[in-house]
């Protein structure tokens, strides 16, 4: 896990510099650059995969390709023995993007099971290869400037530079020529099948577990967690289970009461109403957005990740679940025959809700967050499941993540297993502390900016201090106010990003 940073066909090389050392957080273990004249490079390293010898920028075995790289590939060894002649310099997991994409192009991409993004320069021809993995679990932004391009894990390195920052979506790729997909979700099916959800499930978690060393998992108490820590401690049970809570919250009740029946070692975080009103300039700097339901749900994990990092680099959540299983309790608002495209909009947008939230407030502290949830295997099984098998009615009543609780019957307590969904926020009792209900709405920071009640106007007046230059009139910083209905949609054609 790591920051990048790249720019390429810039004449102000100074613009490197600047982009590059606002990431520093996300990798805290060493730091190098790689400067070609045409191309700057660079990384700030949280060493994990091979720590000793993956430094980056990596160079391939010819010298011709660079490659900056951040994020996991879970298969990589099976891909290595694929590519067996190839001659590896080291053991770390972005090597083998090297004879990946040399020999199979871009369409290479489809092998990889993982998270990642990377920019991949060739140093002979001046071609690069800049990717993200296919549901946004890493970030990946870019902005033009003059003939040239930046490039940069994380919005806020974009903050004080003309123009118009863009994210690279989710299963796309971009090259000189523009973007293009190489990932595209499986045709939906719906139709029942009986799928071997455990099965996919139990592999999909073991491939996220570290194979030694300690990590930890984030425990609510909730079934998504509970499921990922219940079934991670079969793999490797040098684990911690963490959990924030302010004293007597119905998380903390709930995770103790799992980590006891697991044996697990259980580090549970208090905090005071004052720490969380400490911590909200920065969560908000980190989370690059200032929606109450963004800011609720990070404080908890930032403090948390806060606490995790002096014992673990590596941390498994069950993020992704509620978006793939049906688990929010909205659902059962709408009519039923609106139940598919709320789903599906939803797991849309994960790369730029909770996805991004799991992200900027672990990687604040330098702490890798894996999400095996959205194992693309496990995603496309989740996807084709019919509605039906999702969310049932029983007396009465709507139960969400239907066919996952079923799958998981055995391996939990009954009160875990079927406990109802309790937000983040709400269950850690932190989401009651997180503003000043004292506001003045006579600030003129209001000009621009969706700011329609007390909270988010609060959250505001914090995020200017962060981001005194950004303007509301660029779509992807007006999405700071955003938790839907975004207008800076993915997709769009980039051709002609450069000048042939």
């Known amino acids: 896990m790591c920051a990048i940073a790249a720019t390429l066909d810039l004449k102000n090389h100074a613009i490197f510099s600047q982009v590059f050392s606002l990431l520093k957080h996300r990798g805290p273990d060493e730091s190098a ?42 298969n990589f060894h099976l891909l290595r023995e694929k590519f ?15 004879p990946l994409i040399e020999r199979e192009g871009p ?51 974009f903050a004080s530079l003309a123009g118009r920052p863009r994210f690279v979506p989710p299963g796309h790729f971009v090259t000189r020529k523009g973007l293009e997909r190489y990932y595209q979700i499986p045709s939906r099916k719906w139709f029942p099948r009986f799928l071997p959800v455990r099965q996919i499930l139990q592999e999909a978690i073991e491939r996220h577990v570290p194979s030694n060393g300690p990590y930890g998992v984030l425990l609510s108490g909730g079934l998504d967690s509970s499921i990922v820590a219940a ?81 673990v680099k590596v941390l498994l959540s069950g993020d992704g679940a ?28 994960l790369h730029r809700t909770e996805l991004q939230r799991a992200d900027r407030m672990t990687m604040a502290h330098g702490v890798e967050l894996r999400v095996p949830f959205l194992d693309t295997l496990l995603v ?17 009543r709507y ?44 600030s003129n920071l209001i000009s621009g900016w969706e700011c329609s009640d007390d909270e988010t106007l609060n959250y505001l007046k914090l995020w200017k201090k962060q981001f005194p230059e950004v303007s509301a009139d660029i779509p992807i910083w007006a999405d700071a106010a955003r938790y839907t209905n975004f207008v800076e949609e993915y997709g769009h054609s980039l051709l002609g990003l450069f000048r042939q």
Not at 278 to 287: D, E, G, K, S
Not at 333 to 344: D, H, M, V
Not at 411 to 440: H, M, N, Y
């Open 107 to 157: 369409a290479g991409l489809n092998q990889l099971r993982g998270m990642f993004a990377f920019v991949l320069v060739n140093l002979t021809t001046r071609e690069f290869l800049a990717a993200r993995d296919p549901f946004g679990i890493k970030p990946l932004y870019f902005l033009r400037i003059d003939d040239g391009l930046t490039i940069a894990s994380e919005l806020k390195s």
């Open 231 to 311: 079934l991670a401690t079969r793999f490797n049970p040098n684990l911690t289970a963490y959990t924030v809570s302010m004293p007597g919250a119905v998380d903390e009740i709930a995770a103790s009461e799992l980590a006891k029946e697991l044996k697990i070692h259980h580090t549970v975080l208090h905090v005071s109403r004052d720490e969380v009103v400490a911590a909200l300039p920065m969560v908000i700097r980190h989370l690059e957005s200032f929606n109450p339901v963004m800011v609720r749900n990070a404080v908890p994990l930032y403090l948390l990740a806060q606490k995790a990092r002096n014992d």
């Open 322 to 349: 509620d978006e793939l299983f049906a688990g929010y309790d909205y659902l059962s608002s709408l009519p039923q025959r609106f139940w598919p495209e709320a789903i599906e909009c939803g797991f849309n947008n």
């Open 380 to 396: 496309e099984t989740a996807i084709n499941l019919p509605v039906a098998e999702k969310i049932r009615r029983v007396k009465g």
């Open 33 to 74: 650059i790689v400067d070609e004249g045409w191309v700057q490079l660079g990384c700030h390293r949280l060493a994990i995969v091979d720590p000793d010898g993956g430094a980056q920028p990596l160079r391939s075995a010819d010298n011709r390709w660079l490659l900056v790289f951040n994020g996991e590939i879970y």
């Open 399 to 442: 139960i969400s993540k239907w066919v996952l609780r079923q799958a998981v019957a055995d391996i939990l307590p009954p009160e875990i297993c079927w406990r109802d969904k309790v937000p983040f926020a709400e269950g850690s009792g932190v989401g009651e502390f997180t503003w000043d209900r004292q506001v003045d709405r006579t």
């Open 84 to 98: 067996s002649n190839y001659p590896f310099r080291t053991q770390t997991d972005g090597e083998i993007l090297f």
